[in-house]
């Protein structure tokens, strides 16, 4: 994570240099936001992934593509399943490790997440998982976003929420 890391999550700095932190990821996002595509722009300001549950990760080596699925949301907004597709992915930078222990783990939440520019054309989703303070930072060049609303927050058991193909 650039802005929102660990450090500023577990509380580890002064609480006026940890909202100065968020402040200075707000103006960021506002100066790349014109040059983000629509789903992009969805993702950064309309859709909260804190708390999320992992539903499944599946990764396409062959294609470089990479899904995530959260069950998002919470009693005040209600819940719903999101999809996130990542096309274009640089799977030599995506630590799929990381990604297949976030995945099984049945307690992992979405923290915080992060929308940059890498280059032209080419973006990052850092994502931030709890327990264990995970990071995944996914490079790409599209994202296209899937939403259904649900009923509630309990994500059904899987024999293994990850698939790499």
Request: with cysteine.
């Amino acid at each position: 994570m650039r802005f929102l890391t660990r450090e500023w999550h577990g509380g580890a700095q002064p609480d006026d240099e940890a909202e100065r932190t968020v402040d200075a990821y707000r103006r960021h996002l506002a100066a790349i936001l014109p040059h983000l595509p629509r789903a992009l722009r969805e993702l950064s300001q309309d859709t909260n992934l804190h708390d999320g549950l992992i539903r499944s990760v599946e990764v396409d080596t062959a294609a470089s593509e990479a899904k995530i699925g959260l069950r998002c949301g919470d009693r005040e907004t209600g819940y719903f399943d999101l999809t996130l597709s990542y096309h274009g992915v640089r799977i030599d930078l995506l630590d799929r490790a990381a990604l297949a222990i976030i995945a099984r783990d049945p307690r992992t939440e979405a923290l915080h997440d992060e929308v940059d520019v890498v280059d032209d054309g080419v973006f990052v989703h850092r994502l931030l998982f709890w327990p264990y303070y995970r990071e995944i930072h996914v490079v790409f060049s599209s994202l296209s976003i899937a939403s259904m609303p649900r009923p509630y927050r309990l994500v059904d058991a899987m024999p293994d929420r990850y698939l790499e193909s």
